[in-house]
């Protein structure tokens, strides 16, 4: 039986065709590549996305600014020496880029001008931290990347 240049190509378009299918099918049904998101409800996230640049330019224009550092006990947060820690309340978010069940958020409770999250709490690795904290009905935020 002879092929003809019409059939070849039919039959190359049916192959190229079936070749996508099956990796397009292959990856959607294989656990091994996860695609997890940042987060679950992105599309309301970017509508705060505003709100997060003001707070973070509000932290840029602070004299005293918020500093963290790695020390043997852990991480240390030096909040602005000239806030009063009585009045500052707010968050510090820890997110994991290679495992979101490592994800976690404390609550700012301050005894001093700074907050101490101890070296047991941290693994090694990369850590996104974002430190939302509100003091005088002002709201500040500082983010920052860290490998521990």
Known sequence: MKINWGTGIV??????ISFIL?????MNAE???????????????????QKEINDANMALKLTNKLTVEQTKEGLVIHFP???DKEKITGTV????PSNKQLDFNLPISLSNTHLLIPDKRLLDGRWDIKIYWEYNKETYLHKQSITY
Do not use: C, M, P, W
């Open 11 to 16: 039959i190359a378009f049916i192959a190229f």
């Open 22 to 26: 099956y990796f397009v099918v292959r």
């Open 31 to 49: 656990n091994r590549a996860q695609h997890d998101l940042v987060t679950e409800e992105y599309y309301k996230a970017e509508l705060g996305f």
């Open 81 to 83: 020496k000239d806030h």
């Open 93 to 96: 978010s820890f997110y994991r």
